[in-house]
């Protein structure tokens, strides 16, 4: 067991979220997401304890004696959304433990190898390795994420916690990409080093076309997007909800900022996509309060400005030039792209060589979550996800009745929509990460409450009899 210099800030914090407890200290947990980077301890053949992973033990540890025991099962039981994901963890397990095996050397995937010059990703034979159990863990610690916040917030049914959770790891990612952004501006390129102590390369200093592409406090700038879009998403809905405040259109206007600094392509795509598809579904809720037509009318009026800005600078700039090149119109024909391109057409074949079932989580590499899913978990990982992820967006819309609870519930699921839609542009595993199984949790924890208290309120109805 290795000590890191990230070691003291996680374990003041583990001792926080106990003391505080699972109600009063969500937000503690919450704090940690955006340090993707700082790990809380390296464990010899077993990789980095993240901060984040130290905090949700914490967060379990707290809720004995606070959240009943009867509150965790609920989370579990037939025709809850929790039920299909226990159910996706079961064969998740089975296939991690049983398909290398079973289908060893049958066929061969992406994974990442040590060689002359280092960590590489190439292909290999598929057999057992320490990636599966690895990738396995990844998974239930978002199972645990999702029960323990679902159930928190199923007790308590406060939506200022929510509000209070979302605006702290709301502002720690804002500081701590500012201090990437404008700290190595001004010569100080190590400032963020001991929050950054994962053993894995921290691709700190890339330039995209003389550009510097800032990473936060994650090890480079596609997860940074990733993160990034996933407040957005909650925000943007957040925005338009009765518990606006200034303060959600200020975080709003600061991330879309940090999204398009990241310079991440698939960031880029997916801001597009998000902010088109909540525009199609809410923009009768926009347009309902005079303020916001205002608003709105205000950023359409500015649009021609800003497309004269950009077309000049793309014009008579150079860098701009290239950097749009190579963000967009170069993208699919660069070697990344191609590279990309070979991890999921090899991906598709490991989903025929193992008879549609998987070559075990952790097995295969791929770039974009459907693959991922179906090239390790196969089709019944594929469908038990569909499962889920329709239940959790089914259970949350049909909760929306205009209370503030149910309005929060709402701007979760916007921001699971963000990170699923990236993730399916990104993410090598099928794990789709902490963050998404929270805000998950929060979005049917709150919506369970609310049925909770309506159908207690039915029940207290006097009745007349005739």
């Known amino acids: 067991m290795q000590f890191l210099a990230s070691t003291p800030v996680a374990a003041v914090l583990f001792l926080l979220m106990i003391y505080l407890g699972p109600h009063r200290g969500l937000w503690v947990m919450f704090m940690t997401l955006p340090f993707g980077a700082a790990a809380a301890l390296q464990v010899p053949g077993f990789g980095n304890v993240m901060m984040t992973d130290a905090c949700l033990v914490a967060l379990w540890l707290s809720m004995f004696g606070r959240v009943r025991t009867a509150e965790l099962v609920s989370q579990l039981v037939p025709g ?23 289908y060893a050397h049958g066929t061969e995937v992406f994974a990442v190898v040590q060689g002359e010059r280092g960590a590489l990703i190439d292909t290999v034979p598929l057999r057992p390795s320490g990636s599966n159990v690895g990738q396995l863990l990844r998974m239930v610690l978002g199972v645990t994420a999702f029960v323990a916040v ?26 701590v990409s500012l201090l990437d ?25 890339q330039n995209f076309p003389g550009l510097r592409r800032i990473i ?4 480079e700038p596609a997860s940074f997007g990733l993160f990034t879009m996933g407040l957005v998403g909650f925000w943007m809905r957040a925005a338009i909800s009765k518990c606006c405040s200034r303060h959600a259109w200020i975080y709003l206007s600061v991330l879309v900022i940090l999204a398009l600094r990241s310079t991440s392509s698939a960031t880029i795509l997916n801001l597009i996509l998000v902010s088109t598809l909540f525009l199609l579904f809410n923009h009768s809720a926009i347009f309902a309060r005079r303020s916001r037509v205002v ?10 400005t800003a497309y004269a800005i950009v077309s000049l600078y793309l ?7 290239d950097l749009m090149d190579a963000m967009i119109w170069d993208k699919a024909r660069s070697s990344s792209g191609e590279e990309r391109a070979l991890w999921n057409d090899q991906a598709v074949r490991n989903f025929f060589d193992t008879g549609g079932l998987g070559a075990g989580i952790g097995s295969a590499r791929s770039s974009g979550w459907a693959f991922a899913v179906l090239s390790n978990i196969g089709l019944p990982g594929l469908l038990l996800f569909g499962w ?66 309506a159908e207690r309120a039915l029940l207290r109805r006097p009745r007349v009899l005739i």
């Open 150 to 175: 679902s159930a928190i917030t199923t007790s308590a049914g406060a939506w200022r916690l929510v509000w209070r959770a979302m605006s702290v790891a709301t502002i720690a990612h804002i500081s």
């Open 388 to 453: 889920f992820l329709s239940a959790l967006f089914c259970t949350v819309s049909g909760a929306e009745g205009g209370t503030r609870s149910s309005e929060i519930a709402a701007s979760c699921r916007w921001g699971c929509l963000a990170l699923l839609l990236q993730s399916c542009l990104t993410r090598p595993y099928p794990d789709l990460g902490v963050f998404f199984f929270a805000m998950a949790g929060i979005a049917v924890g709150l919506s369970q409450k609310r049925n909770r208290n």
């Open 216 to 219: 936060g406090g994650y090890t």
């Open 295 to 304: 608003i709105c009318m205000s950023f359409f009026a500015a649009l021609p």
């Open 80 to 102: 809850h959304p929790g039920f299909a994901l226990f159910a996706l963890l079961i064969w998740t397990t089975l296939s991690a433990g049983f398909n290398p095996t079973l």
């Open 181 to 205: 952004w404008f700290g190595h501006a001004l010569g100080f390129q190590d400032l963020l080093s001991p929050f950054r102590s994962v053993s894995q390369a921290v691709l700190s200093d």
């Open 315 to 321: 014009g008579y700039s150079p860098m701009g030039s």
